[in-house]
């Protein structure tokens, strides 16, 4: 898989070029303090534009990650079509709403996908949480806290674009993954996202991962033209993860409604999935500015005007 190498030296170079060294927006009032290494991340994976890969990415990064020990919860905030559901063959038959209806409880709604890798279905809003009581508020902390306690990793799938729903999903999680690939739309699109979420929401810290990318160059290509953009217009540090090249066992897998990683686990694809998770797990956890699972909730309910936890 000599295709995907790339974080060698030159890697590090567009790193260091990119990177702006700007601090973060202050830490948001309830968030964990920096030194606090415990509990889940909260990795939240977006793009400006659909198609792009990212169901793809957050199943297969998930189970990457699950082959190396770790134990991920996925939350599936795409509403559009071809679903992580539809990807990773599954049929929930519930999501967040019925537990912010009160209807069901957390531990209901979520699926299990291997025994290490359990989905939550987002559902399509959050404008049914205030019939919550106060007891069933308190019982969904609890749930909250034991999912903390549960899984290292939560990986959230959003949908494309810069409407409210994908920003609240990204702004409440710790770290932002945005997905880019070689086409010169993918590349606007992104910066647009970029803007807003540096603009509006105070967001300036972003891992890149470019999909379908011929080889390493390319993506690095692709990466150094994004970083040029937005390193020069706005101020934020872009820090690049890696690569998935583009891989024909892959779209097959998606027709199979399986995870190329489970079907192929020694394609191009999946051996860029094992890099990637084995540097998601490396990386430091700086980045981690916003606290836990119950904040990446609150922040979430708040934002989405749910009215809070
Ligand atoms: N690395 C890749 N190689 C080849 N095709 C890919 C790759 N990543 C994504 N695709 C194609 O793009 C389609 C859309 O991917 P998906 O993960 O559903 O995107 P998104 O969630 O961003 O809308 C897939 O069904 C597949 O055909
Ligand atoms: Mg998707």
Same mark, same amino acid.
């Given at each position: 898989?000599?295709?995907?190498?790339?974080?060698?030296?030159?890697?590090?170079?567009?790193?260091?070029?990119?990177?702006?060294?700007?601090?973060?927006?202050?830490t948001?009032?309830?968030a964990a303090s920096l030194t606090d290494q415990q509990g889940i991340r909260v990795i939240?994976?977006?793009?400006?534009?659909?198609?792009?890969?990212?169901?793809?990415?957050?199943?297969?990064?998930?189970?990457?990650?699950?082959?190396?020990?770790k134990k991920?919860? /996925?939350?599936?905030?795409?509403?559009?079509?071809?679903?992580?559901?539809?990807?990773?063959?599954?049929?929930?038959?519930?999501?967040?709403?019925?537990?912010? *209806?009160?209807?069901?409880?957390? *531990?209901?709604?979520?699926?299990?996908?291997?025994?290490? /890798?359990?989905?939550?279905?987002?559902?399509?809003?959050?404008? !049914?949480?205030? $019939?919550?009581?106060?007891?069933?508020?308190?019982?969904?902390?609890?749930?909250?806290?034991?999912?903390e306690e549960?899984f290292d990793i939560m990986?959230?799938?959003?949908?494309?674009?810069? $409407? !409210?729903?994908?920003?609240?999903?990204?702004?409440?999680?710790q770290e932002?993954?945005?997905?880019?690939?070689?086409?010169?739309?993918?590349?606007?699109?992104?910066?647009?996202? /970029?803007?807003?979420?540096?603009?509006?929401?105070?967001?300036?810290?972003?891992?890149?991962?470019?999909?379908?990318?011929?080889?390493?160059?390319?993506?690095? !290509?692709?990466?150094?033209?994004?970083?040029?953009?937005?390193?020069?217009?706005?101020?934020?540090?872009?820090?690049?993860?890696?690569?998935?090249?583009?891989? !024909?066992?892959?779209?097959?897998?998606?027709?199979?409604?399986?995870?190329?990683?489970?079907?192929?686990?020694?394609?191009?694809?999946?051996?860029?999935?094992?890099?990637?998770?084995?540097?998601v797990i490396e990386n430091s956890r700086q980045t981690r500015l916003k606290g836990n699972i119950?904040f990446f909730?609150?922040?979430?309910?708040?934002?989405?005007?749910?009215?809070?936890?």
């Amino acid at each position: 898989m000599s295709a995907v190498r790339g974080t060698g030296d030159q890697a590090d170079t567009l790193r260091q070029m990119a990177r702006t060294a700007k601090q973060n927006s202050p830490t948001p009032s309830g968030a964990a303090s920096l030194t606090d290494q415990q509990g889940i991340r909260v990795i939240s994976v977006t793009s400006g534009k659909g198609g792009v890969g990212k169901s793809n990415v957050v199943a297969n990064l998930a189970m990457a990650l699950a082959a190396q020990g770790k134990k991920v919860l /996925i939350i599936d905030g795409d509403l559009g079509v071809g679903n992580l559901d539809v990807l990773l063959g599954l049929s929930p038959q519930y999501n967040l709403n019925h537990v912010l *209806s009160g209807e069901k409880s957390l *531990s209901e709604i979520i699926v299990e996908v291997t025994p290490s /890798i359990k989905l939550i279905p987002a559902g399509s809003g959050v404008q !049914e949480y205030t $019939s919550l009581g106060q007891h069933e508020k308190l019982k969904l902390l609890d749930e909250l806290d034991m999912l903390e306690e549960e899984f290292d990793i939560m990986i959230i799938d959003t949908e494309a674009g810069i $409407s !409210e729903n994908v920003t609240y999903f990204t702004v409440a999680a710790q770290e932002i993954l945005v997905v880019v690939t070689p086409e010169p739309t993918s590349i606007t699109d992104v910066y647009a996202l /970029i803007k807003l979420l540096a603009t509006r929401y105070s967001e300036h810290h972003f891992k890149v991962l470019i999909n379908m990318a011929r080889d390493s160059e390319d993506a690095l !290509e692709v990466f150094r033209k994004l970083a040029n953009v937005a390193g020069r217009f706005l101020d934020i540090s872009l820090d690049y993860l890696g690569c998935v090249v583009r891989d !024909e066992r892959l779209i097959d897998s998606v027709k199979k409604q399986k995870a190329v990683y489970e079907l192929y686990p020694d394609s191009d694809a999946s051996n860029c999935f094992s890099t990637l998770a084995r540097r998601v797990i490396e990386n430091s956890r700086q980045t981690r500015l916003k606290g836990n699972i119950q904040f990446f909730f609150r922040r979430y309910l708040e934002g989405s005007g749910g009215g809070g936890v």
